[in-house]
Nanobody
Framework: QVRLVESGGGLVQAGDSLRLSCAAS????????MGWFRQAPGKEREFVGI????????YYADSVKGRFTISRDNAKNTVYLQMNSLKPEDTAVYYC?????????WGQGTQVTVSS
């Protein structure tokens, strides 16, 4: 199994950039497709983007396409979410998610707050 710890959240102004990291424990990190989700207050958790096990394929929600980029470094057991041109509506707790076959696990989340 893999355990996930997110970091890099914080308070930024609209238009700023932020990079989130998700560090994974275990020796099987490269097997997992890795996703990023977010949950704003009073709303359901929503999909942000995903990268496949090798890093060769990514897919994004329309709301972040062109602004956010997911990458991974399998040698460092880490996946990243680069967020540019941040908007107040990007304010949420951001979670990373590891998926392999029927197995799925989540990190504890990191808060991102974007002020206008």
């Amino acid at each position: 199994q893999v355990r996930l710890v997110e970091s890099g959240g914080g308070l930024v102004q609209a238009g700023d950039s932020l990079r989130l990291s998700c560090a994974a424990s275990g020796r099987t990190f490269s097997r997992y497709d890795m996703g990023w989700f977010r949950q704003a207050p009073g709303k359901e958790r929503e999909f942000v983007g995903i990268v496949n096990w090798s890093g060769s394929v990514t897919y994004y929600a329309d709301s972040v396409k062109g602004r956010f980029t997911i990458s991974r470094d399998n040698a460092k057991n880490t996946v990243y979410l680069q967020m540019n041109s941040l908007k107040p509506e990007d304010t949420a707790v951001y979670y990373c998610n590891a998926v392999f076959n029927s197995f799925s696990t989540w990190g504890q989340g990191t808060q991102v707050t974007v002020s206008s």
